[in-house]
């Protein structure tokens, strides 16, 4: 069975139009004087401004509709890309949202915050979440979006929690099915792609595309860059995700080890959500080559990270890096004291 019969038998709704455009960065490549440089604009697909949550909504939001959900509950950072995606996917498949956001209320609604808000979804701040209840809820065990929907159905309410950055196995079948599309780009633009360098949370979409580059056979190396974590156990995790994945696609002559994963941890500054000097100078340089919006969270901490090892060496003059934009710009508007 191909990869893309085995990935029709899961329920997929159309929430954008795909593929994404693969386009050259002549100017940036040329500015920094190494390898060419690609963007996949995943920055351009839909849903409230679009990025990577899109792809994974298509299947999530499809297990939604068939469970008859009429109301989404997710857990998210104030700024968070995921949130935002997910109420506009809901919105525009007709239900409610309750987003769960760490942190304080602030004082100025901005960004991603601003458009929640303009979708009228129910926002509930709670502070003091830790790493493990955080944990947890990514695992689907949802100690507290749980809460929430068990409050919904004593009111006669159907909801459907989402869990944290959609980094669900059936989340993660977006990107293996992003990896066919690049597989089909690659070979009609005639580049070799050598590397797919992302920026890395959850580590739900580098799973799907470790995969899927890995059952398209492609020879592509992909290179997350972290943007929360530290220091390890994020192999360990991509390379379960990528066998727990696999296994629910019927494909089991191949096991991943933590090894066969490639995160790298130089770029993630103080943590999650913190802008780092290195991440804005990133955004300002792609932004003035190549018109493009990066973001300080998320894609503008990995472009520092491409422009650091292009510095060094590690990206050869003669190989292709591909950049995945995952999106993430409406943030940028919660960061105007930083980005200034
Ligand atoms: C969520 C997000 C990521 C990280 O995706 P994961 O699958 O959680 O690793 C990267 N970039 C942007 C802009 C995001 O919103």
């Known amino acids: 069975m191909s990869l893309s019969d085995r990935l029709s038998v899961f329920p997929r709704i159309h929430l954008t139009s795909l593929p994404t455009p693969l386009e050259y960065a002549r100017n940036l490549s040329d500015f920094l004087g190494g390898p060419r440089i690609f963007f996949k604009r995943d920055d351009l697909t839909?849903?409230?401004?679009?990025?990577?949550?899109?792809?994974?909504?298509?299947?999530?939001?499809?297990?939604?509709?068939?469970?008859?959900?009429?109301?989404?509950?997710?857990?998210?950072?104030?700024?968070?890309?995921?949130?935002?995606?997910?109420?506009?996917?809901?919105?525009?498949?007709?239900?409610?949202?309750?987003?769960?956001?760490?942190?304080?209320?602030?004082?100025?609604?901005?960004?991603?915050?601003?458009?929640?808000?303009?979708?009228?979804?129910?926002?509930?701040?709670?502070?003091?979440?830790?790493?493990?209840?955080?944990?947890?809820?990514?695992?689907?065990?949802?100690?507290?979006?749980?809460?929430?929907?068990?409050?919904?159905?004593?009111?006669?309410?159907?909801?459907?929690?989402?869990?944290?950055?959609?980094?669900?196995?059936?989340g993660n079948l977006g990107y293996v099915n992003a990896a066919l599309e690049l597989r089909q780009q690659v070979s009609g633009l005639g580049i070799s792609a050598d590397y797919l360098v992302l920026a890395t949370g959850t580590g739900g979409t580098q799973a799907g595309l470790a995969l899927g580059i890995e059952l398209a056979q492609m020879k592509t190396r992909v290179m997350g860059l972290s943007i929360s974590r530290h220091s390890r156990p994020k192999e360990e995790e991509i390379s379960d995700l990528c066998n727990r994945t696999a296994e629910m696609l019927g494909v089991r002559n191949r096991q991943f080890r933590a090894d066969d994963i490639n995160v790298i941890y130089d770029y993630v500054g103080q943590g999650y959500a913190i802008a780092t000097d290195e991440g804005i100078e990133a955004i300002k340089v792609v932004a003035r080559t190549e018109g493009v919006i990066l973001d300080p969270v998320y894609s503008g901490k990995a472009m520092a990270g491409v422009i650091d090892l292009v510095g060094r060496g590690v990206f050869k003059k003669d190989e292709d890096v591909v950049f995945l934009h995952t999106g993430g710009a409406a943030a940028n508007f919660a960061y105007a004291e930083d980005l200034r």
């Open 46 to 170: 839909a849903l409230a401004f679009g990025g990577n949550k899109t792809r994974k909504l298509e299947f999530i939001m499809a297990d939604a509709l068939q469970r008859n959900a009429d109301v989404v509950v997710t857990l998210a950072g104030v700024q968070s890309n995921w949130a935002r995606q997910t109420a506009s996917a809901a919105r525009r498949l007709g239900m409610d949202v309750v987003l769960v956001l760490e942190g304080t209320e602030p004082e100025h609604y901005q960004g991603n915050l601003l458009l929640n808000y303009l979708m009228g979804c129910e926002l509930r701040f709670i502070d003091g979440i830790t790493q493990e209840v955080e944990d947890k809820e990514i695992a689907g065990e949802c100690p507290i979006t749980g809460e929430v929907a068990e409050e919904l159905r004593k009111k006669g309410k159907t909801p459907y929690t989402a869990p944290l950055g959609g980094a669900t196995l059936l």
